[in-house]
């Protein structure tokens, strides 16, 4: 079962003249539990609206939708919320943390509302992830890759099963950056999905497979499409690939080279954001999506 | 649970106002003035209403019964005077003969009302001598006349060529009365040979008591024919009172403007600090605060703002109404501690709060539905 996955979904948005802008046209898209996929492609190729859909942001204006095998493509309002916060993780360039709230309150604020106090809990996501000494300090005290990773914490507190992230290392030096896309390596050796819209090529070396999104259309969006179309096998693929990321030593100067295997697991589709990746990834998506619908 | 939401919602919301101390403080600042207008005013109203029915209120404790002329009742017979005590009941009836006569002291005289009277005491009392049981002999004088003649207790008094002697001084009648006691003098029953009463006084405790006594009257002895007048003033202290109730609605309505005035500072201070505050509300939303949650912050920070006006505006209210007492001898303590001036204060705290709640819930009610992709993009 993947972990978030999109069946030819369409995103128009009413145009300023006639025509409606097409920002995600027919995109068939899966990510595994434990797969770190990036997301290229030139600005105002629709890779924002492409996150803010999987993110229960923004609902599609056709196909499907599902959050771990449920069906989630129109929801509520109330119950989009709900599905974000028990699912869904996010990391934004701009961290995006509350200035009047310490660290560890950032990162519970998803729960804040709860009767369940989660601040154990953050203050154990922070001691991991190194800022066991900056619990009570407030944003402004923080660094930007200490603030980076406070956004991490906060994203992981409701243990979810994707982790989105939009251009995570955009406003980071390449040091802090490369500090942050490892510890998305870690997180997804816990299980979680992460997918990462990004113009940073450290990004494209961290991650597990790299798709390219163009004028709306995806390439390369269907992790386990080369494994056949059986759903078992789309899982025993899904698992194989989780291992092999999951083992590999989470060495911060991982080049390039060492990616490029795991990807061809994948049909090759991932490589270079180029012309090669051309149009393998799609073909197989339409009656495979019919069939895996849950 | 949610008492936990809301006392995180407070907690937040008061930081969040920490944030911009000057924005708050001057919010806050619009609300105690506008707090501090109603209350005063409204208070005063009723420190004027209150003080005029302290000073005016007994015109209309008292109901005199004369015979109806028009209708050929020359006096009021003893058959009229139980009627009338059947009707009214608990207060006290006293009937007077009533006559002018020259009254003549020792070294002075002038004419004056001239009453006869059984039982003085039921409506009278004394400021010097007693009065008695049963009035039978010797003359009651009125503070009016005792100090025009400069007659006191056991001194010979001439009334209409007669000699008599004062039994007792009224004490001086704080109130408007139309029997004018001050400059009368009352004598026994005996000493007048008419066969009727000119009048009946009724002496009741309260305004509302003389005028359920008076329409008693009106009911009962003028069933079948308007055989008395009746002469009350409750009527002309319920005008007084309309008149200063709508004086105090209008004190409160001049203090309301300014309240209203706080108001729109409030929805300005949470429209600025929502659109401000736009990308973190969006935040919140999209990892999964709910639209409801969001609403409550924002709602607990106008809520604070207003609490806090009301309460800063409702202390300078009793510091002020506490200067006055203090300063101005005319103002009564009593008065100025009386129970209804806190039913002003309380409403005034209320509206205080309430304002902050009506005008924070827009801004609140926006954000919290603001799109968070909308929110986020900016």
């Known amino acids: 079962m993947y972990s978030v996955e999109l069946r030819g979904v369409r995103k128009r948005y009413p145009g300023g003249g006639s025509d409606p802008v097409v920002a995600l046209d027919d995109v068939d898209f899966a990510v595994e539990p434990g797969e770190f996929v990036a997301v290229v492609g030139p600005s105002g190729s629709g890779k924002s609206t492409l996150l803010n859909v999987l993110g229960l942001l923004d609902d599609p204006t056709g196909g499907r939708r599902l959050l771990s095998g449920t069906d989630v493509t129109s929801l509520s309002v109330a119950e989009r919320t709900a599905a974000r916060k028990d699912s869904i993780g996010f990391v934004f360039q701009d961290f995006h943390l509350l200035p009047t709230l310490t660290a560890v309150e950032n990162v519970t604020l998803p729960t804040a509302f709860d009767p369940d106090d989660a601040s154990d809990r953050a203050a154990s996501l922070l001691e991991r992830f190194g800022l066991g000494d900056r619990l009570d300090h407030e944003p402004a005290e923080l660094s930007g890759g200490q603030k980076q990773r406070v956004a991490i914490a906060r994203s992981l507190i409701n243990e979810p099963a994707v982790l989105l992230a939009d251009e995570p290392t955009g406003n980071l030096d390449t040091e802090t950056g490369e500090a942050i896309l490892a510890e998305f390596e870690r997180v997804k050796r816990e299980g979680v999905a992460v997918v990462a819209v990004t113009h940073d090529p450290l990004v494209e070396r961290f991650a597990d497979r790299v798709v390219e999104l163009t004028d709306g259309v995806l390439v390369g969006g269907e992790a386990a499409s080369a494994s056949g179309d059986a759903t078992d096998d789309a899982g025993t693929a899904g698992r194989s690939l989780h291992t092999a990321g999951g083992d590999e030593p989470p060495e911060r100067e991982r080049s390039p080279g060492d990616g490029e295997p795991l990807r061809d697991l994948f049909g090759g589709s991932g490589g270079d954001p180029g012309p090669a990746a051309g149009g393998s990834g799609r073909g197989t998506d339409g009656p495979e999506g019919g069939g895996e619908g849950r | 649970m949610t008492l936990v939401a809301w006392r995180q919602s407070v907690a937040m919301a008061a930081r969040n106002l920490r944030r911009n101390r000057v924005r708050t ?353 900016s």
């Open chain 2, 25 to 377: 403080v001057l919010a806050v600042l619009g609300v105690a003035i506008g707090v501090f207008a109603v209350a005063t005013l409204g208070v005063f109203g009723n420190v004027l209403a209150l003080g005029a029915d302290d000073a005016i209120g007994d015109i209309g404790t008292q109901v005199v019964i004369s015979p109806n002329a028009d209708a050929g009742v020359e006096s009021l017979s003893a058959a009229d005077v139980a009627a009338i005590r059947r009707a009214v009941g608990e207060p006290a009836v006293v009937p007077l003969y009533a006559d002018g006569a020259i009254v003549a002291g020792p070294t002075d005289q002038q004419f004056a009302t001239v009453y006869g009277v059984e039982r003085p005491g039921a409506a009278f009392s004394a400021a010097d001598g007693s009065l008695p049981e049963r009035h039978r002999d010797g003359a009651i004088v009125g503070a009016g006349i005792a100090e025009d003649l400069d007659v006191g207790v056991g001194d010979r008094l001439e009334v209409a060529g007669a000699q008599t002697r004062v039994v007792a001084v009224l004490a001086e009648s704080r109130t408007f009365s139309p029997v004018a006691p001050d400059d009368a003098v009352f004598l026994p029953e005996s000493a007048f040979a008419a066969d009727g009463y000119t009048q009946v006084l009724i002496v009741s405790g309260s305004g509302t008591e003389a005028r359920a006594a008076a329409d008693a009257v009106r009911e009962s002895v003028n069933a079948r024919e308007d055989r008395v007048d009746v002469f009350e003033l409750a009527a002309v202290v319920d005008e007084i009172n309309e008149f200063f109730d709508l004086l105090g609605t209008f004190l409160l309505g001049l203090g309301g403007i300014s309240l209203v005035v706080a108001g729109v500072s409030i929805l300005n201070v949470m429209l600025m600090s929502t659109v401000e505050r736009r990308q973190e509300i969006g935040v919140m939303r999209a990892v999964g605060v709910t639209r409801r949650d969001v609403l409550r912050v924002l709602l607990a920070e106008a809520g604070l703002i207003g609490a806090l006006g009301a309460i800063i505006g409702t202390a300078a209210t009793v510091a002020v109404v506490a200067g006055l007492v203090v300063s101005t001898p005319a103002v009564d303590t009593a008065i100025a501690l009386d129970p209804t001036n806190g039913y002003y204060l309380l409403l005034a705290l209320g509206f205080g709060v309430g304002v902050g709640l009506v005008s924070g819930a827009y801004p609140a009610w926006k954000a919290a539905n603001e799109r968070p992709v909308e929110a986020l993009r």
